[in-house]
């Protein structure tokens, strides 16, 4: 499809499927639209109904002030689709240009996007997963089924997993006023994202706001009555919690299966791609017509050193929907590169958290501005001597600033005096835990989070 | 009517909880909760609130802009 000719037939009268109707996936499809591309469009979505926001889910519709079927996005403009809905793609024939959905039907395309995003990692045990009472928290009808259990005002809350999903949800209990427990295996909450430092900031947090917070401890067991309602949560260390309600948030799997056998770079770290957003095959060629976006798109970043980065973030699902449906329609000189500085927002405790960069992509941390004790700062990321993410707590004004700051590759500890700088901002390493820690049930993991230490380490199981 | 704002541009300036209070609200000190899905009555008044994001972070929809799926299950 390399000729301006063969582009113009396609832009008029080409075919494309997108294969994921969420954020990404619509966000695509308009911007084809806005391109002036006027072929058949088909979106295919193993959900029923329009595509929806997922943020406000763990939030405005858990405080009950949103209904769960309220957050349906809005549009810019008509996409005029085909919708394949309530239906999931099952496989993806490269050769013949096909995506096959799990019904048996065979969807031709001339290009296609794949944004098919991450589902919620279930409770491991099935048993367990299934009584009455246990929550994961990524789809609509997640989310009402919670609203309407914490609206029944259980008797307590038990959240397993302490990244920003479970501490959202820990914040709405609290604001609610249910006593809620949270159980933890690193040493902090939101360590994983964002280091020891924060994380000992989002602990002091939670226990400040009444929760029960349990740090280095596994769920090991949740235990049912007769009827199958959840009633205990054992622990690791032999302690016990009585709840009605556990939600389990334990982070979200990619969905690639469907594409295992179609030849694409494709496994639990999501669809390779390049910074164009077009798929590599697995001998790590770049293909033409296959395009990918959102959180399973797994890109490499020219500001972190050309690493392949996979974010969860609700900007990226925007941003690389652009790209990709620009990409999509333009010749090879006129193709945009995915160059933006990811940034991600949480509201939890009444405080606005923010980031900007990659803060795993660190070796120390400073507060840079501001109090952590009045939890109003910003924290700055840096490795090997240039800054490289940043984080507010209610301070978020000053993130453009440190955006720039990364963007050229400022030194670290920032240099530029800024107002409101505590005295002693000395850098302290960035400390996140091994993910050998934290990863449960994966076959290997990326261990040391500074770049020169990373490596593949295998994770044995044992039952 | 729907809408949503984009969070990452958001900065808190709170015009839009001033102009449309009962579609955007102020959590704590910054951080900013809205309904996805207000009352059409209120549509004049986002409006005017998406007008006035010195961000320009909030995306309503444009009525002539709906598309809805005729998906169907197959089971």
Known sequence: MSSAHTLRRFRRDGRVVIVGASLAGLRAAEALRGEGFTGSLTMIGDELGEPYDRPPLSKQVLTGWVPADGTTLPRRRGIDAEWLLGVPADGLDLAADQVRLADGRRIPFDRMLIATGVRARPWPVEAEAALDGVFVVRTREDAAGLQRAIAAGPSRVLIIGAGFTGSEIASVCRERGLPVTVAELGPAPLVGGLGAMIGEVAADMQRAHGVDLRCGVKVTRLEGDAQGRLRRAHFSDGGTVDAEVAVVALGGIRNTEWLRDSGLAVGVWGVACDAGCRAFDLNGLVTDDIFVAGDVARSPNPIYEYRFISLEHWANAVEQAEIAAHNMVSTQADRWPHLSIPAFWSIQFGVNIKSVGVPTYADEVVVAQGSVSDRRFVAAYGYQGRVTAAVSFNNAKWLDHYRRLIETAAPFPPPCPTPDQPADAKPVPVDFPGPTLLAQGATVVVTGHDPGERRVTVMRQHR | ?75
């Not at chain 2, 102020?26 to 900013?32: K, Q, S």
Request: proline residues 9%.
């Open chain 2, 1 to 75: 009517m729907r809408v949503v704002v984009d969070l990452s541009r958001c900065q808190g300036y709170a015009q839009c909880a001033f102009l449309a209070p009962d579609a955007f609200r102020m959590h704590g000190e910054e951080a900013l909760m809205y309904a996805p899905n207000p009352d059409d009555a209120q549509r004049e008044q986002v409006l005017r609130a998406a007008a006035a994001c010195p961000l320009q972070a909030i995306l309503v929809d444009r009525p002539e802009g709906r598309d809805a799926p005729v998906g169907t299950s197959p089971s």
